[in-house]
């Protein structure tokens, strides 16, 4: 395959990955369970796909009841490859259907990451109600030649709830101005003004567009940001309006990913809080926020169209240091738990909290007594604990120290020093960590959250992963582990010098 020309390869894949092409497999994740087909390491109530390749999350929205996942995938292989739109859907955020591959490879490129939007006014003419995706064409033929210009942006449009597509026959609907990096669109629709609006990213600053139709867009502004030292290409833009909790005070929020530069090595997702004017973005924030300080949240964007208008972010959860690496067989990549953000006010700052969605804690079963074994709540054992969320409150003097473990003493460790502020997490020992030089090299992970006498802990562990909610979502971290086998021992260790409050241990269920 490698002598085979770039021009051949890409014939052979449009021919190979007609968009005609369905198939009749909706089996969803929960269903896998019960038929004894999850594989080591595949999360429960984590999305993943069901066979090969995942990365970012695409065309987030919401229609007719139904919460609809797209995402780049590649069907024919664990690793990276020719980009489509995989698809899939679901009423909780937890549940979801596997429906058939959404967007192909086509004379014009692979599909990169986009976003999607309901034209419920019809102003595409494609349909009232139109499902319109709007996503990067990556040629390349064009990259092998040396261009500058193999990144184009497309739409394609969907009458019947994103089950069938077609592409806009005049793509692309923008063409490339020169600028390498030149990618992932999120479209939105600008209630002040009445019209839609884009925000894409040019390399290192983000370019926002308007259009009237979403086949026409004009650039109305741009947005950078001086890092010191720069962060790299930005990735996976999101600009959205949201009210300061508490208050009748509205801001605006701008997301931004990059692969390279996040603060525990690699991939990563800013954000920005900021106003917007309804042509440009500008910001008083002096540094970096980040959304989830953990080595695996990246990508991340939030839904259009949601019916009570609140922000659900979903992120790829793994890293492009290591992704194409970790220890599983016939699938590869999860996405983080959905969310919802929300911002607060701490003195003159500005801080995006990340809770766990409504509804969620629907799924959680109290564990017993009898099901847990050794001293509840400071050092037990249990037999899910592998699939369960953990909560409790803590008032620390000094250190707070963690350990989940299981009977081969692979060890995963999160804990809280108050007087340098730094909560970390140190998955070194947690199993399998030897699978990549980068992933072992970022086992030990930190985060400043300040000074606490009392922090509020919320710990979702599924399969391999790890995510963890420090003061309601304040600050979070997120981080894949990949024991030899299930973590089943809980302890804290110096239990005397910390006074634990409202512990609280759940089975989920899946």
Same mark, same amino acid.
């Given at each position: 395959?490698?002598?085979?020309?770039?021009?051949?390869?890409?014939?052979?894949?449009?021919?190979?990955?007609?968009?005609?092409?369905?198939?009749?497999?909706?089996?969803?994740?929960?269903?896998?369970?019960?038929?004894?087909?999850?594989?080591?390491?595949?999360?429960?109530?984590?999305?993943?796909?069901?066979?090969?390749?995942?990365?970012?999350?695409?065309?987030?929205?919401?229609?007719?009841?139904?919460?609809?996942?797209?995402?780049?995938?590649?069907?024919?292989?664990?690793?990276?490859?020719?980009?489509?739109?995989?698809?899939?859907?679901?009423?909780?955020?937890?549940?979801?259907?596997?429906?058939?591959?959404?967007?192909?490879?086509?004379?014009?490129?692979?599909?990169?990451?986009?976003?999607?939007?309901?034209?419920?006014?019809?102003?595409?003419?494609?349909?009232?109600?139109?499902?319109?995706?709007?996503?990067?064409?990556?040629?390349?033929?064009?990259?092998?030649?040396?261009?500058?210009?193999?990144?184009?942006?497309?739409?394609?449009?969907?009458?019947?709830?994103?089950?069938?597509?077609?592409?806009? &026959? #005049? /793509? @692309?609907?923008?063409?490339?101005?020169?600028?390498? +990096?030149?990618?992932?669109? $999120? =479209?939105?629709?600008? !209630?002040?003004?009445?019209?839609?609006?884009?925000?894409?990213?040019?390399?290192?600053?983000?370019?926002?567009?308007?259009?009237?139709?979403?086949?026409?867009?004009?650039?109305?502004?741009?947005?950078?940001? &001086? #890092? /010191? @030292?720069?962060?790299?290409?930005?990735?996976?833009? +999101?600009?959205?309006?949201? $009210? =300061?909790?508490?208050? !009748?005070?509205?801001?605006?929020?701008?997301?931004?990913?990059?692969?390279?530069?996040?603060?525990?090595?690699?991939?990563?997702?800013?954000?920005?809080?900021?106003?917007?004017?309804?042509?440009?973005?500008?910001?008083?924030?002096?540094?970096?926020?980040?959304?989830?300080?953990?080595?695996?949240?990246?990508?991340? =964007?939030?839904?259009?169209?949601?019916?009570?208008?609140?922000?659900?972010?979903?992120?790829?959860?793994?890293?492009?240091?290591?992704?194409?690496?970790?220890?599983?067989?016939?699938?590869?990549?999860?996405?983080?738990?959905?969310?919802?953000?929300?911002?607060?006010?701490?003195?003159?700052?500005?801080?995006?909290?990340?809770?766990?969605?409504?509804?969620?804690?629907?799924?959680?079963?109290?564990?017993?007594?009898?099901?847990?074994?050794?001293?509840?709540?400071?050092?037990?054992?249990?037999?899910?604990?592998?699939?369960?969320?953990?909560?409790?409150?803590?008032?620390?003097?000094?250190?707070?120290?963690?350990?989940?473990?299981?009977?081969?003493?692979?060890?995963?460790?999160?804990?809280?020093?108050?007087?340098?502020?730094?909560?970390?997490?140190?998955?070194?020992?947690?199993?399998?960590?030897?699978?990549?030089?980068?992933?072992?090299?970022?086992?030990?992970?930190?985060?400043?959250?300040?000074?606490?006498?009392?922090?509020?802990?919320?710990?979702?562990?599924?399969?391999?992963?790890?995510?963890?909610?420090?003061?309601?979502?304040?600050?979070?971290?997120?981080?894949?582990?990949?024991?030899?086998?299930?973590?089943?021992?809980?302890?804290?260790?110096?239990?005397?010098?910390?006074?634990?409050?409202?512990?609280?241990?759940?089975?989920?269920?899946?």
């Amino acid at each position: 395959m490698k002598n085979i020309g770039y021009q051949l390869l890409l014939a052979l894949l449009v021919l190979g990955c007609k968009e005609t092409t369905k198939t009749t497999d909706q089996m969803s994740t929960s269903n896998l369970d019960k038929m004894d087909t999850f594989e080591k390491y595949r999360p429960r109530f984590h999305f993943t796909p069901k066979a090969n390749w995942m990365n970012d999350p695409n065309g987030l929205v919401y229609h007719n009841e139904y919460y609809h996942l797209f995402y780049q995938y590649y069907p024919d292989s664990t690793v990276w490859g020719p980009m489509h739109w995989g698809h899939a859907k679901s009423k909780d955020l937890v549940q979801w259907e596997h429906l058939p591959v959404a967007l192909f490879p086509d004379s014009l490129g692979y599909i990169f990451s986009g976003s999607a939007i309901i034209d419920k006014d019809n102003t595409a003419g494609f349909g009232k109600d139109a499902m319109v995706a709007i996503y990067t064409y990556h040629d390349p033929v064009k990259e092998k030649e040396g261009s500058e210009l193999f990144q184009t942006q497309g739409i394609a449009y969907s009458t019947d709830d994103g089950e069938t597509w077609t592409k806009y &026959a #005049d /793509n @692309p609907v923008i063409e490339n101005p020169g600028i390498r +990096d030149f990618r992932d669109p $999120k =479209v939105f629709w600008n !209630e002040d003004r009445s019209i839609w609006q884009m925000v894409l990213v040019a390399k290192d600053h983000v370019q926002i567009y308007d259009s009237d139709n979403l086949k026409e867009w004009a650039k109305i502004s741009e947005f950078r940001f &001086a #890092d /010191n @030292p720069p962060l790299g290409v930005w990735e996976c833009p +999101d600009l959205f309006k949201i $009210k =300061v909790e508490g208050s !009748e005070e509205e801001k605006w929020v701008m997301i931004i990913s990059h692969g390279t530069g996040a603060p525990n090595s690699g991939s990563g997702t800013r954000y920005f809080v900021g106003d917007y004017d309804g042509t440009t973005f500008t910001t008083q924030q002096k540094e970096s926020l980040w959304i989830d300080y953990g080595t695996d949240n990246y990508a991340g =964007v939030t839904y259009n169209n949601t019916p009570d208008g609140k922000r659900i972010f979903i992120g790829w959860m793994s890293n492009w240091e290591y992704a194409t690496t970790t220890p599983t067989e016939t699938w590869r990549s999860a996405m983080t738990l959905p969310r919802e953000l929300k911002l607060i006010k701490n003195g003159d700052n500005y801080l995006v909290q990340s809770i766990m969605i409504d509804g969620f804690e629907t799924r959680y079963s109290t564990v017993s007594a009898e099901k847990v074994s050794g001293s509840y709540p400071s050092n037990f054992e249990y037999a899910d604990l592998q699939y369960s969320a953990i909560s409790f409150d803590v008032m620390i003097k000094d250190e707070l120290k963690v350990v989940l473990s299981n009977s081969l003493d692979d060890k995963y460790t999160f804990g809280y020093k108050k007087d340098s502020g730094e909560f970390y997490i140190d998955r070194g020992q947690s199993g399998l960590v030897d699978f990549n030089a980068n992933y072992k090299k970022s086992s030990f992970q930190t985060m400043n959250i300040g000074s606490w006498d009392k922090l509020s802990l919320n710990i979702i562990l599924d399969a391999s992963s790890v995510e963890i909610f420090v003061n309601d979502g304040e600050y979070v971290m997120t981080t894949q582990v990949f024991p030899q086998t299930d973590f089943t021992r809980f302890r804290i260790e110096q239990p005397a010098e910390v006074d634990v409050n409202n512990f609280n241990l759940n089975k989920i269920n899946y």
